[in-house]
């Protein structure tokens, strides 16, 4: 039978959701889905290589999904390494945005970015991103905070999307922080009033997202984005429980958010009213890698999800890629998930595909290798998949494949 793509004799498959792992197997792809996933000499028996119009030898290499990346700030301009060294000296997250930077700083040179300049910073992050296995990622707006700008990052997160292979799901974030001078309830009312109609009629943006925690906006005052939001169409998502517990894990449960994240500070009520509600953890262990915090308690989320009987994985991990967290490798992030928060490695590439996926609300098998699924996989050149998060000082992605064409092979883009 003929196919478009065979990925033949692999040391090992990761097939997801679960923890279902195959030795000495092969993946057969054809018109942009996994048609098959098995023992090699079935799929061989069935889908002989021959007769594939393009074969990829996985021998004494993995396979695994394309990473889902579902929480960046991937849009950007301007460089912050300033705020590392500061950070190393001592100061707090908190201190370095009253002084003017942090959030408003990047404001500042993203206000003052060309829209060229802004594509062209985008276009090159998610050339790294798929270079290291991230086939789907989540990008956010929330460095304007006024309207023009925020449209005018949704217009180059959606332009992006159309011109790179990797697919990149647009969020506004109108609600990022409060903008220097502005009174927060007046500016609320201005995100409620103008941005999220206008949002809306631009038809970019899937989910509305805002910042919840000390130092940005309150429970009351997101409940307010977020409800708006779904007036217009858009699904909630927000950051909670990082800085401080605000209640905002609760209320994402509450508005039915696609995903809590951060979720450093969250507790058990948390924990069950999240899975109860259906919204999805999204544990981030980049940001306390580079803030030096205490790590998300991913035990109490497994734990309460194998109470109530939520399937596997359990929770979402995320890059959060942004200025503040300069982390493109959807592999490192995955390595600090195992030695920050002690997920076994298997169920932290998990948590990073199809963990992933569920974050997004996506229901079509991405972030698995099952049949029927996005044809969206990694081939890494390495015996097992284990070793992504093991070898975390090198880019073990070997090739890139996204709905079924090859889209970069030895670290670099290929455009066919």
Avoid: W
């Avoid at 004799?9 to 092969?26: H, K, N, R, T, Y």
């Avoid at 996933?37 to 996985?58: F, H, K, L, W």
């Avoid at 942004?322 to 169920?347: E, H, I, R, W």
Wanted: glycine share 10%; with cysteine.
């Amino acid at each position: 039978m003929t196919v478009d793509l065979l990925v033949h004799d692999a040391g090992e498959v990761l097939v997801g959701p679960d923890d279902q792992l195959l030795e000495g197997a092969s993946v057969v792809v054809d018109d942009g889905e996994i048609v098959a996933t098995g023992p090699a000499s079935e799929i061989e028996r069935e889908y002989p290589r021959e007769e594939a119009n393009r074969t990829i030898d996985a021998a004494g290499q993995a396979v695994i999904p394309g990473f889902v990346d579902s929480h960046t700030h991937a849009l950007f301009a301007g460089d912050r390494s300033d705020e590392f060294a500061a950070k190393l000296r001592g100061k707090t997250y908190q201190e370095i945005l009253a002084e003017g930077g942090g959030i408003h700083r990047t404001v500042d040179a993203v206000r003052g970015a060309s829209r060229e300049t802004l594509l062209d910073n985008l276009l090159a992050e998610l050339d790294v991103l798929l270079a290291h296995g991230t086939t789907t990622v989540e990008v956010k707006s929330g460095y304007g905070l006024d309207l023009e700008t925020e449209l005018l990052m949704l217009d180059v997160i959606g332009e992006a999307d159309d011109r790179h292979p990797v697919e990149v799901v647009p969020t506004f974030m109108g609600a990022h922080a409060v903008p220097r001078d502005a009174d927060a309830d007046a500016y609320v009312d201005r995100v409620v009033d103008e941005f999220l109609p206008a949002v809306a009629e631009q038809g970019v943006a899937t989910f509305n997202d805002v910042f919840c925690d000390e130092g940005a906006f309150t429970v009351e005052q997101s409940r307010r984005v977020l409800e708006a939001g779904k007036e217009h169409g858009l699904t909630p998502k927000i950051h909670a429980e990082e800085l401080a517990r605000t209640g905002a894990a609760q209320l994402a449960a509450e508005v039915g958010a696609a995903s809590a994240d951060h979720l450093l500070l969250a507790t058990r009520e948390d924990a069950e009213a999240l899975f109860e509600a259906g919204v999805t953890p999204t544990l981030l262990p980049g940001t306390a890698f580079g803030l030096d915090t205490e790590y998300a308690d991913v035990e109490l989320f497994r734990d309460v999800a194998a109470e109530m009987g939520v399937d596997a994985p359990a929770v979402a991990i995320a890059s959060d890629l942004n200025p503040n967290c300069y982390a493109q490798s959807m592999g490192f992030a995955s390595t600090l998930a195992c030695v920050g928060m002690k997920l076994p490695p298997t169920d932290a590439l998990l948590a990073a595909t199809a963990g992933g996926a569920r974050a997004l609300n996506r229901s079509d098998g991405l972030g698995t290798l099952r049949p029927g699924a996005p044809a969206d996989l990694a081939v890494v050149d390495a015996p097992t998949a284990v070793h992504v998060p093991y070898n975390f000082g090198v880019n073990t992605v070997e090739t890139v494949v996204k709905g079924g064409r090859v889209v970069a092979n030895g670290g670099r883009v290929v455009h066919e």
